[in-house]
């Protein structure tokens, strides 16, 4: 089991930063696959970047691709979300997830992964 712990959402204005932590608990991340998702009111939870065991594969969706960096510390167990320029859009609750895996690759499914943190509310004004 793996349990997984969000910190760092906050209120911040159009054009600000937040970086985002996933603080992982009980195995060590480094055969996991991660990803960060996110879940605005009324709308589907949408994957917004994933990573590979290694950090060698990285994801982002086409909203935050050149805004986001996702990266990991497998010594630290920790899992990361920069996100810089950010935009009303941006709004959401923000989940990271982990599933065990044996390749070196990502995933963007969210009925894919097995253990989710709790989430953590991002809220950006205009």
């Known amino acids: 089991q793996v349990q997984l712990v969000e910190s760092g959402g906050g209120l911040v204005q159009a054009g600000g930063s937040l970086r985002l932590s996933c603080a992982a608990s009980g195995r060590t991340i480094n055969s996991y696959a991660m990803a960060w998702f996110r879940q605005a009111p009324g709308k589907q939870r949408q994957v917004v970047a994933a990573i590979s065991r290694s950090a060698g594969r990285t994801y982002y969706a086409d909203s935050v691709k050149g805004r986001f960096t996702i990266s990991r510390d497998n010594a630290k167990n920790t899992l990361y979300l920069q996100m810089n320029s950010l935009k009303p859009d941006d709004t959401a609750v923000y989940y990271c997830?982990?599933?065990?895996?044996?390749?070196?690759?990502?995933?963007?499914?969210?009925?894919?992964?097995?253990?989710w943190g709790q989430g953590t509310q991002v809220t950006v004004s205009s």
């Open positions: 997830a982990a599933r065990q895996i044996w390749g070196d690759y990502f995933l963007l499914r969210k009925n894919e992964y097995d253990y």
